[in-house]
């Protein structure tokens, strides 16, 4: 594989929030992407979706200059990411999706290639046992919106090789991220301690004890949080969040982690954030 | 479109007012012409986003290439000026292409 990112060939699976995003992402950074998802719905607007998002990052300073753009090719057939360099798997948080993605993926994708996962709390050892090479496998946590937050989380399962933390180090130097290392557990280091405390956050709002803004208020303006945790709740995504802490209490029984009512209402209603224009907050428009 | 439909006018005075009292509701503080909406941290880069979709909208602009940098969306007096250079060059290029029509 190449130095350059047009010799690189990224395979990203899943259109939704944080598939369009490391897709922006990729693109900006100058590589061609081929995006899978299983409707062509939700590729045609992750097609707009992405270019906002291009926008976005060209707003905000952050795509690197001079540099062409990577192509983007959408994809509902596997079988188009058999030349892959690297694959991302940003699929819905449900094991039993992952499992049968990743199964699929890595028996297409040649031996020796990059497997990450954007996994919000699936252990990387769990989702190793559904690859044929475990040892290919290791987990990527991208931030939202990924091409602004130059951060990332990686997550070294215990079969993940060396060679393939080495080419995930090379791809994301190459991304213009940062990465720092954690071993494997449900949640990580990041979802973790971030999930129990939106689901707290949001008892609190259902108990009546303040209002979403004053939560929020609390901890950027007391706790220096840049974004307060109802304000992330609605920027992941409340159903993305609720998947994720049903992961985190299935694995770990933490009763902090049972998805509050507020949060399983606001779910149901189809309230799930800026994605839908509503969550905790109102965002006048799909945003 | 009909002459008798009232449009508002496109000034400076109509473009600054409309933007106060949007970000008023949305960011439920008042703030003013000359404030840095993003130093002072009334502004995420979220919403700045936000703020470009609202203004190509209402004022039927592309806000593109060059245009497109934060500068352009830091206190309202800026949004403003964008708002009027992009407004007045649409007015324009709209005037060119009438004037073609007629010549016909």
Same mark, same amino acid.
């Given at each position: ?55 976005? &990052? ?94 990332? +989380? ?7 090789? +060396? ?15 940062? &990465? ?26 259902? +108990? ?60 149901? +209603? ?18 | ?8 006018? %496109? ?15 949305? %960011?439920?503080?008042? %703030? ?10 009334? !502004?995420?880069?979220?919403? #700045?986003?936000?703020? %470009? ?41 709209? #005037?060119?292409?009438?004037?073609? !029509?007629?010549? !016909?």
């Amino acid at each position: 594989m190449g130095t350059d990112q047009a010799d690189h060939r990224l395979a990203i699976l899943g259109g939704g929030v944080m598939g369009t995003n490391i897709t922006t992402l990729a693109i900006s950074h100058g590589f061609p992407v081929v995006l899978v998802d299983v409707s062509e719905a939700v590729l045609a607007r992750a097609r707009e979706t992405i270019a906002q998002k291009l926008r976005h &990052a060209q707003l905000m300073g952050t795509l690197p200059p001079d540099r062409p753009r990577g192509g983007l090719v959408t994809s509902m057939s596997l079988d188009d990411v058999a030349d892959a360099t690297a694959v991302i798997e940003a699929v819905t948080e449900r094991a039993e999706t992952k499992a049968k993605v990743l199964a699929e993926v890595s028996a297409v994708v040649r031996p020796g290639t990059t497997l990450i996962s954007n996994t919000s709390c699936i252990p990387i050892d769990e989702m190793a046992t559904w690859v044929v090479r475990g040892a290919d496998l290791v987990g990527v946590h991208f931030m939202n919106p990924s091409y602004l937050i130059k951060m990332v +989380e990686v997550i070294r399962g215990s079969r993940t090789s +060396e060679t393939t933390m080495e080419a995930v180090t090379d791809l994301l130097t190459s991304l213009g991220r940062q &990465a720092l290392v954690v071993r494997d557990a449900p949640g990580f280091v990041i979802n973790r301690l971030l999930h129990p405390l939106i689901n707290s956050a949001a008892m609190l709002v259902d +108990e009546g004890v303040a209002s979403a803004e004053v939560v929020d208020g609390l901890l950027e303006g007391c706790l220096g949080h840049s974004t307060g945790p109802l304000r992330t709740a609605d920027l992941i995504g409340l159903d993305n969040l609720v998947d994720s802490l049903n992961v985190l209490y299935e694995r770990r029984g933490d009763e902090s982690c049972r998805p509050c009512e507020l949060l399983l209402g606001k779910v149901r +209603e189809g309230n799930l954030g800026r994605k839908t224009g509503r969550g905790f907050y109102d965002y006048g428009r799909v945003a | 479109m009909t002459a008798e439909q009232a449009v508002a006018p %496109v000034t400076a005075e109509t473009i600054e007012d409309a933007l106060l009292s949007f970000l008023a509701e949305r %960011v439920k503080t008042s %703030v003013t012409p000359d404030q840095d909406l993003f130093s002072s941290g009334l !502004v995420s880069s979220m919403f #700045a986003m936000q703020l %470009v979709v609202h203004l190509e909208e209402a004022y039927d602009i592309a806000i593109i290439g060059p245009e497109l940098k934060l500068d352009n969306f830091r206190t309202v007096q800026a949004m403003t000026g964008l708002v009027l250079r992009l407004h007045d060059a649409s007015a324009d290029a709209s #005037a060119d292409a009438s004037d073609a !029509v007629g010549d !016909v």
